[in-house]
């Protein structure tokens, strides 16, 4: 129930005014200022992270979602296609199976080495480049679509992000995501982690993109923006084995335990187990864990 303070502190005084003359002088209150974010440290601690482990392990089985968003963009064979943050590289495979002119870009050089290795497995002909996800190296209104899964949401600038990937797309054409939500297993995840390792002063949490509200902020000169909704479903033996996996290969979660000492890094097995009993949908034996996501289409 909401408390009207006004009610709790007596009868209503009239408000008494303050001299502020040189013998009556009172502190004046001033409100503490967030700090700003040094976003080239924190990129390069980022990219550490992303480098640690193996996140083409991980990233291998998110395959699905970008199929999903290049169907979602309706992706055209003619189309000229940016993926941003791409990993190694589920949505620009996607759409170069839809025969599209795909640049493949992200900041951890190992990462886009996967993804050339897969499109050459499979004969997809793509281009591949190292860039930053704030400050891309192309041109105004080069490419009639660019994508990013689980990817661009991670930048430490949110606005210069956003703000890149409005640029370099062209009048009418589509910029589309797929974000971790808050309230998804993805983002209590990562609510576990910064229980143990907290993330740098003043930094946005990467599931505000997993926010019509928010997305609304970043992309405010968009002609349209439409959001949905989904689900992917990890698909584990057991929760050991998630943890395991998560642990070995997953860029935050392995720099978290490794940040850790003995007592921490059981603290947060344990409530890494809570958690995943939590969201877990078949309570014992091999676990299925649903992970909801923004599945989102900006038009510029």
Do not use: C
Request: proline share 6%; glycine share 8%.
């Amino acid at each position: 129930m909401k408390t009207n303070l006004a009610h709790q502190a007596g009868p209503t005084r009239p408000a008494r005014r303050t001299r502020t003359d040189a013998t009556t002088a009172q502190p004046q209150l001033r409100l503490a200022e967030a700090p700003t974010p040094d976003f080239e440290a924190i990129k390069t601690r980022q990219q550490a992270t992303w480098a640690a482990g193996d996140f083409g392990q991980v990233g291998v089985r998110l395959q699905i979602v970008g199929e999903s968003i290049s169907e979602a963009v309706d992706l055209l064979s003619t189309e000229r296609v940016l993926d941003v943050a791409a990993g190694n590289g589920n949505a620009s495979l996607a759409a170069a199976r839809r025969f599209a002119d795909v640049t493949s870009t992200d900041y951890v050089p190992a990462l886009l080495e996967e993804g050339r290795r897969r499109a050459e497995a499979e004969q997809l002909p793509m281009k591949f480049e190292v860039a930053d996800a704030e400050n891309l190296p192309f041109e105004d209104g080069s490419f009639d679509v660019v994508l990013s899964t689980f990817g661009v949401m991670f930048a430490p600038n949110q606005e210069r992000a956003a703000a890149e990937m409005l640029r370099v797309v062209r009048p009418g054409g589509r910029i589309g995501l797929a974000n971790w939500t808050h309230d998804g297993f993805i983002g209590r995840l990562f609510e576990a982690i910064t229980r143990f390792v907290p993330p740098p002063a003043g930094l946005r949490s990467p599931m505000a993109w997993g926010s019509k509200a928010r997305l609304q902020e970043l992309f405010a000169s968009a002609t349209k923006i439409e959001t949905e909704r989904k689900s992917y479903v990890f698909r584990y033996r057991s929760a050991e084995h998630w943890i395991e996996f998560f642990r070995t290969y997953y860029g935050p979660t392995n720099k978290a335990f490794a940040a850790l000492d003995e007592a921490g890094r059981q603290a947060l097995h344990a409530a890494l187990l809570e958690l995943i009993g939590r969201w877990e949908t078949t309570k014992g034996g091999p676990v299925v864990i649903p992970a909801t996501y923004l599945e989102v289409v900006v038009t510029k």
